[in-house]
């Protein structure tokens, strides 16, 4: 039988994290590894030697199907739910940001074809058709607005900080191997087939890692149906609009072949021209919900910064373990299969509105 062709793409997500540890509540870089034998074929719970603890994926072809292996994934690490586990013990919880001391940590998305092995040439289709679209993607997965254990008005210091270090802008045709761009053709190793790899998104929950996901599936589909590449920009414009990603997330104005915009309008004109792609998908109700907060400008730096901010307010000598308890128990929350409003209500955070709000326009004009 026929596969549908929105299944002709795997996808793997690595995640990278920061660790709250409990019950002190305090940020470290404390490995998190679950009970071993609780990984699953093709999944990884590894050690990033940048950051501490990484989770990788097991390679999917659905929506609905990666976000459930990144919350299913992502709760192995709660050693409260083993059995064995006394409350009289120390424990740690993966807080999922993009930055908070002095070290980085970030979502990586690798893309391969479903039945045959990446080829340069196919990830160089898809970089071509990806590139413009990155600011985007630095805008939805924005979540660093603490660095250095000070709450800043930037929405991903990790960009604002360490673009030059470890993923350096590249240009729409210059596909590169080198570990340290922006976007790469990673050539596979025995455990690893060839991808392409995107580094821009700052680690995140699962909810706003899929939605970056969900908008790199669809422009990868309309590539393998060989229509032309959606925006185009000059590379000034580019970098003007990647660095506007980084300090206001989607509160930014983003540029679309010449035409800035603000983010809003921007992720509407995204789903009018991508609607075909996106209507085949199988894209779960918790992700609607998710891109209509972003939307409204509500991302995971906006989240987070609320947190932050509202435990700095209420005492600013122990905002972080306020923030630590808060999120500890929030997360706890949201990989047990609860949504991303459950979520910021566990963390004390007042979400926008979004029972009026749409996705694309029928008489926006395009191209």
């Known amino acids: 039988m026929n596969e549908p062709f929105h299944r002709s793409v795997t996808i793997g997500v690595e995640l990278e994290s920061y660790t709250i540890v409990v019950p002190d509540h305090y940020v470290s870089r404390q490995l998190l590894f679950p009970r071993k034998g609780l990984s699953e074929k093709g999944e990884r719970f590894t050690r990033d030697w940048s950051i501490g603890s990484e989770y990788n994926s097991r390679p999917f072809r659905s929506i609905r199907e990666g976000l459930f292996l990144l919350k299913a994934g992502l709760r192995k690490y709660d050693a409260g739910l ?9 424990s740690r919880k993966p807080l999922l940001v993009g930055g908070w001391r002095d ?4 979502t990586h998305i690798h893309l391969a074809t479903a039945h045959k092995p990446l080829d340069r040439k196919t990830a160089g289709l898809f970089a071509y058709h990806l590139h413009d679209h990155i600011p985007l993607l630095i805008a939805v997965g924005a979540n660093s607005p ?7 008005e930037l929405a991903s210091n990790r960009i604002i900080r360490a673009s030059k270090l470890y993923f350096r802008p590249g240009k ?3 596909l590169t191997s080198r570990s340290l761009d922006e976007m790469l053709f990673s050539r596979g190793r025995i455990t690893k087939p060839p991808t392409l790899e995107i580094r821009v998104m700052d680690a995140n929950i699962p909810e706003y890692a899929m939605a970056a996901v969900c908008l790199v599936k669809a422009i990868v589909l309309r590539a393998l149906r060989r229509k032309a590449a959606t925006n185009k920009l000059r590379h000034p414009a580019y970098l003007e609009t990647r660095e506007n990603a980084a300090r206001k997330g989607m ?3 983003l540029c679309w072949s010449g035409r800035w915009m603000s983010a809003a ?3 509407d004109r995204f789903f009018w021209v991508y609607r075909a792609e996106l209507a085949e998908m199988d894209i779960p109700q918790e992700m609607w919900t998710t891109f209509k907060l972003l939307k409204r400008g509500f991302d995971g730096s906006a989240l987070l910064h609320a947190c932050a901010q509202g435990a700095y307010d209420e005492h600013p000598q122990t905002w972080q373990r306020r923030f630590c308890k808060r999120y500890a128990s929030a997360i706890d929350l949201l990989l047990s299969g609860n949504t991303i409003l459950d979520f ?6 007042e979400v926008p509105d979004t029972r009026e709000v749409w996705l694309g326009r029928r008489r926006l004009k395009l191209l």
């Open 251 to 253: 509160k930014a104005e």
């Open 103 to 106: 070290r980085f940590a970030g």
């Open 146 to 152: 603490v660095w250095g254990d000070t709450i800043t």
């Open 82 to 90: 083993y059995r064995s586990f006394s409350t009289t013990h120390r």
């Open 344 to 349: 910021a209500k566990a963390l004390r955070v």
């Open 172 to 174: 729409r045709r210059g």
């Open 265 to 267: 309008d921007y992720l």
